[in-house]
């Protein structure tokens, strides 16, 4: 219990800090958008700062039964108890932080196709929007190779995975995307927008 108090308040930390960076340098991502779900967006930290910056944009959550129950009440945020692997959200697009690097390729190409499916055409400006790690890009300094490792070390510590761009390219295909864009933010953490 004391545990998952800690992991969400650093999550909730985390996503003031990047997406405060995500929205100062590459805000062109989230302009123009109607709606979009965060997808295991956890209490919602992210969307938070997001739909401050963009108040135009419908934001909702989708996380587990658990999670959502200690969603904050008198927001703007909609919080929406369902599973990822079954069925995602309709919205214009879909958010995902800290979400893919927590699954083998394989579970990650069903939660890509699922949110593949809740989303329109590019035509019509449908994407998904991931802020996760990319390794190989940002800086190659020895600070952040010492980073890079500590993070290769957690991950595998929790079973998941840390992809590099050929690694995501293999896993957006898989799951039925046409294309990427990789925006390096803060040095290997980045978004990646991936068009249907
Ligand atoms: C590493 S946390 C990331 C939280 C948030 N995106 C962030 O960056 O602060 C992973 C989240 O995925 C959620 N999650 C795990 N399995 C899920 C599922 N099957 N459906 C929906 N959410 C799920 C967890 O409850 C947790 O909130």
């Not at 991931?130 to 010492?146: A, C, L, M, N, T």
């Given at each position: 219990?004391?545990?998952?108090?800690?992991?969400n308040d650093g999550?909730?930390?985390?996503?003031?800090?990047?997406?405060?960076?995500?929205?100062?340098?590459?805000?062109?991502?989230?302009?123009?958008?109607?709606?979009?779900?965060?997808?295991?967006?956890?209490?919602?930290?992210?969307?938070?700062?997001?739909s401050k910056a963009f108040p135009e944009v419908k934001c909702s959550v989708l996380d587990l039964g658990h999670i959502v129950a200690k969603a904050p009440s008198g927001t703007l945020v909609e919080y929406v108890?369902?599973?990822m692997f079954e069925s995602v959200p309709p919205a214009n697009a879909i958010l995902l932080k800290w979400v893919p690097h927590d699954w083998g390729d394989e579970k990650c190409i069903?939660?890509?196709?699922?949110?593949?499916?809740?989303?329109p055409s590019?035509?019509?400006?449908?994407?998904?929007?991931i802020i996760d790690i990319v390794f190989g890009e940002g800086p190659s300094d020895q600070k952040h190779r010492e980073l890079q490792a500590l993070f290769d070390l957690y991950i595998t510590f929790i079973n998941g995975i840390q992809r590099d761009e050929q690694e995501w390219k293999k896993v957006f295909f898989?799951?039925?995307?046409?294309g990427y864009n990789i925006m390096p933010v803060l040095g290997f953490r980045s978004i990646i927008e991936v068009y249907p």
């Amino acid at each position: 219990m004391a545990f998952d108090a800690l992991i969400n308040d650093g999550m909730v930390s985390d996503s003031n800090f990047i997406v405060d960076i995500a929205v100062k340098e590459h805000g062109e991502v989230f302009q123009g958008l109607s709606s979009m779900v965060d997808v295991g967006g956890g209490l919602a930290a992210a969307v938070q700062a997001i739909s401050k910056a963009f108040p135009e944009v419908k934001c909702s959550v989708l996380d587990l039964g658990h999670i959502v129950a200690k969603a904050p009440s008198g927001t703007l945020v909609e919080y929406v108890a369902g599973d990822m692997f079954e069925s995602v959200p309709p919205a214009n697009a879909i958010l995902l932080k800290w979400v893919p690097h927590d699954w083998g390729d394989e579970k990650c190409i069903k939660i890509l196709k699922n949110c593949r499916k809740a989303i329109p055409s590019r035509d019509i400006g449908g994407k998904v929007i991931i802020i996760d790690i990319v390794f190989g890009e940002g800086p190659s300094d020895q600070k952040h190779r010492e980073l890079q490792a500590l993070f290769d070390l957690y991950i595998t510590f929790i079973n998941g995975i840390q992809r590099d761009e050929q690694e995501w390219k293999k896993v957006f295909f898989a799951a039925g995307f046409s294309g990427y864009n990789i925006m390096p933010v803060l040095g290997f953490r980045s978004i990646i927008e991936v068009y249907p």
